[in-house]
C-alpha cells in the first residue's frame, strides 16, 4: 500500500502571459498569477519518476487557475495531474472547468502502533527470512527493489529511479529514520523481497510503503513487517501513523482495515489529458 510523495521544481524559460486581468509570471519555483500589484495565484510542477507530471495550483481568485493550468500545460506538452483534498468541492470545481477529471482516489488513515489495538503481537518473521534497517542494505539493490514494488501500487506503475534521486529522497531526506525503514531479504538467495518505510514529517510519522515482492505474500511478511516498524514508534509515544490506500487497492486497505485503523479524510487525484494542440 501507500504511495510515497516526490517532490520537485518547476522548469524555467517560460514567457509572460497575460489573460484579460490575470497576468502570469515565471518564477524560481513555477508560476504566479497577479492582478495588478496582488499576487491571486502560484503553481509549480515536475514530472515523477514514472513519467508523470505533476502540478500544483493555489490560487486566491477563480479566474486565475485557468491561466496557471494554460501556463504549466504550455510548458510541459503532456497530462497534467494534481491531487486535492476531497472536501475541497471549490477547488474541484475550478480544476474541472479548466480540463482536469478524476482518475483516482485515496482514503487517508490513521493508524494506531499499541499492538494491543492492531493486534501485531508476537508476529514470526517468515522462514529463510532476515529483517534489518534500510542503513544496513545495498542502496542499489533497495532501489530496485522499490522500483519493483511500486509497480503494484495504484497511481505509480512505471516508476523507474535514477539513483541520485533515489539518495536525494531516501538516504538524503530528514525525513528518512533507518529505525522505521525496514527491508526482507531471503536469507538463501539474498533476494530483497519487501519493505516497510515510516518517514518521520514533520506533521507526524506517514507510513510511505508496506509492499510485499510477489514471490513472498501470502506468508504473513507484511505483518511482521508492520508489527517491527510500529514497535520502534510505540516505544517511542508515537500513538497514531498516518496513511494513504487507493480506494481501489483491495489488499492494502484489508490489511490496514484490520489495525485498529481510523479513516480521517481522503484525497482525489485528478488528470488533465494533453489536447491535441495546447492553445499557445
Known amino acids: 500500500m501507500g504511495r510515497d510523495k516526490s517532490s520537485g521544481a518547476g522548469s524555467s524559460g517560460m514567457p509572460t502571459v497575460q489573460t484579460m486581468s490575470i497576468v502570469i509570471t515565471m518564477t524560481p519555483d513555477g508560476w504566479a498569477a497577479h492582478h495588478g500589484e496582488l499576487a491571486v495565484g502560484r503553481a509549480a510542477a515536475f514530472v515523477r519518476p514514472d513519467d508523470r507530471c505533476v502540478a500544483s495550483l493555489d490560487c486566491w481568485r477563480a479566474d486565475a487557475y485557468e491561466p496557471l493550468v494554460q501556463a504549466v ?73 522499490d ?65 510485499v515482492g510477489r514471490p513472498y505474500r501470502r506468508r504473513g511478511l507484511a505483518t511482521v513487517l508492520l508489527a517491527q516498524a510500529f514497535a520502534v514508534l510505540h516505544e517511542r509515544g508515537t500513538t497514531e501513523v498516518a496513511a494513504e490506500a487507493d480506494v ?6 484489508s490489511l490496514l482495515g484490520g489495525l485498529g485503523t481510523r479513516r480521517i479524510g481522503g484525497s482525489i487525484e485528478l488528470i488533465r489529458p494533453r489536447p491535441a494542440a495546447d492553445p499557445v
Open 248 to 253: 481501489t487497492n483491495v489488499g492494502s486497505n
Open 73 to 145: 500545460a504550455r510548458h510541459f506538452q503532456r497530462d497534467l495531474y494534481t491531487e486535492i483534498d476531497e472536501s475541497d468541492d471549490e477547488k474541484h470545481r475550478h480544476l474541472a472547468e479548466s480540463g482536469f477529471a478524476v482518475h483516482r482516489r485515496e482514503h487517508l488513515y490513521a493508524i494506531p502502533t499499541d499492538p494491543a489495538i492492531t493486534g501485531l503481537i508476537d508476529r514470526t518473521v517468515p522462514p529463510g527470512i532476515e529483517i534489518v534497517t534500510a542503513d544496513q542494505v545495498d542502496e542499489d539493490r533497495l532501489r530496485e527493489l
Open 147 to 211: 522500483d519493483e514494488l511500486r509497480q503494484d501500487v495504484p497511481g505509480a506503475d512505471g516508476w523507474t529511479w535514477q539513483p541520485q534521486g533515489f539518495r536525494k529522497q531516501t538516504y538524503d531526506s530528514p525525513a528518512f529514520d533507518p529505525a522505521t525503514y525496514l527491508v526482507a531479504i531471503e536469507r538463501s538467495t539474498g533476494r530483497y523481497a519487501g519493505l516497510v518505510r515510516v518517514w518521520n514529517d514533520p506533521g507526524g510519522p506517514r507510513l510511505g510503503l508496506i509492499a
